[in-house]
Nanobody, 124 residues
Framework: QVQLVESGGGLVQAGGSLSVSCAAS????????MGWFRQAPEKEREFVAA????????YYADSVKGRFTISRDNAKNTVYLQMNSLKPEDTAVYYC?????????????????WGQGTQVTVSS
């Protein structure tokens, strides 16, 4: 069982930067692929970024490529999402997710554990 707790959300102006973190419990964190998803009001949850178990391979949605960076620190059981050049359309609840099955997937069903989310609001 893995518990995920996000932190670092908040309010930022368009063009600004924000970093969110996800702290994971459990000794097996280092073997899990990790991802970030987001859900805006009245919209479906969507993929944002993912990283493999070692941090050596990353994946991004086209909408955030070049602006967001996902990283992880296995010694701290933490995954990060650095968000730069934020836009009002990035406003959403951001969720951290863990995949325990090995390999990599980018869909919601590919991840087994979810955090409760952290709100990110970008004002225009």
């Amino acid at each position: 069982q893995v518990q995920l707790v996000e932190s670092g959300g908040g309010l930022v102006q368009a063009g600004g930067s924000l970093s969110v973190s996800c702290a994971a419990s459990g000794r097996t964190f280092r073997w899990y692929a990790m991802g970030w998803f987001r859900q805006a009001p009245e919209k479906e949850r969507e993929f944002v970024a993912a990283v493999n178990w070692s941090g050596g391979t990353t994946y991004y949605a086209d909408s955030v490529k070049g602006r967001f960076t996902i990283s992880r620190d296995n010694a701290k059981n933490t995954v990060y999402l650095q968000m730069n050049s934020l836009k009002p359309e990035d406003t959403a609840v951001y969720y951290c997710a863990a995949r325990s099955r090995g390999g990599m997937g980018l869909s919601l069903n590919a991840f087994d554990y979810w955090g409760q989310g952290t709100q990110v609001t970008v004002s225009s």
